[in-house]
């Protein structure tokens, strides 16, 4: 009986050593190299994919802050009918330049306002541009600009009246490039809304770089001549 359980102790004992020297054995090379291949695929797929999705939430992030910024300035021209802090200039574009921001930025310092292109290092930074829309120094449009940290640019243009062409002595619309505010010369088209011409007033969108040098100046944005009615549109068209 006794040589009976040695001899299963004794084969229990080997077939436990003969596990260990299994598991010792390791994994070969070619193991090794189908591993590091299918790690090196998903690197390869997961990679970009979080760049972009990182980058999308950057843009959002900026997009945000344009809109919240939007809020504050819509708010601010309900006190006094209008988005130039220094009315008695002969446009939009004298004085309110710097008036405008330095008001905003007493209504709301959640935000930093300017009148200046936004650095990329200047957190919720809100570039600021009053603008006339249909007569002289009415001061009823606004153009904000806010960099994102992808390097791109997004702006919002909202007009409080519907606009009207450039007549000397008269409206003060644009210029022949499609700006907004106190321009001196005959416009020869008015910008464009999703492809159509600009006649509404409304909010509108635009994006810039991130290739490219981007401005990011709200005085920058009156230049533009295509204006969109989502932030999407405007990011599939950039200037």
Not at 39 to 59: C, E, K, M, N, Q
Request: charged share 10%; aromatic share 8%.
């Amino acid at each position: 009986m006794f040589k009976h359980l040695l001899a299963r102790a004794q084969e229990a004992r080997a077939a436990e050593l003969e596990g260990e020297s299994g598991l010792e054995g390791g994994f070969t090379l070619i193991e090794l190299m189908v591993v590091l291949l299918i790690i090196a695929i998903l690197l390869a797929i997961a990679i970009p994919t979080f760049l972009g999705v990182s980058g999308s939430a950057r843009d959002r992030s900026a997009q945000s802050n344009v809109t919240n910024a939007l809020t504050n300035a819509i708010a601010y021209y309900q006190n006094g009918q209008t988005f130039d802090a220094a009315s008695t200039t002969a446009t939009s574009q004298g004085a309110a330049a710097t008036a405008t921001p330095a008001a905003l930025q007493t209504a709301e310092p959640a935000f930093t306002w300017q009148s200046a292109a936004c650095a990329t290092n200047t957190p919720k930074c809100v570039s600021v541009a009053p603008v006339d829309v249909a007569n002289t120094n009415d001061g009823q449009g606004i153009v904000l600009a806010v960099r994102s940290a992808t390097g791109s640019c997004w702006y919002a243009l909202n007009l409080q009246t519907n606009p009207a062409a450039y007549v000397l002595g008269g409206a003060d619309f644009t210029n022949p490039t499609g700006a907004f505010g106190g321009k001196t010369a005959a416009q020869t088209a008015m910008p464009q809304v999703d492809g159509a011409t600009m006649t509404a007033a409304g909010t509108y969108y635009a994006s810039e770089g991130p290739t490219g040098t981007v401005d990011c100046s709200a005085a920058h944005g009156q230049d533009f001549t295509k204006w969109y009615s989502t932030y999407a549109k405007a990011g599939a068209n950039p200037e």
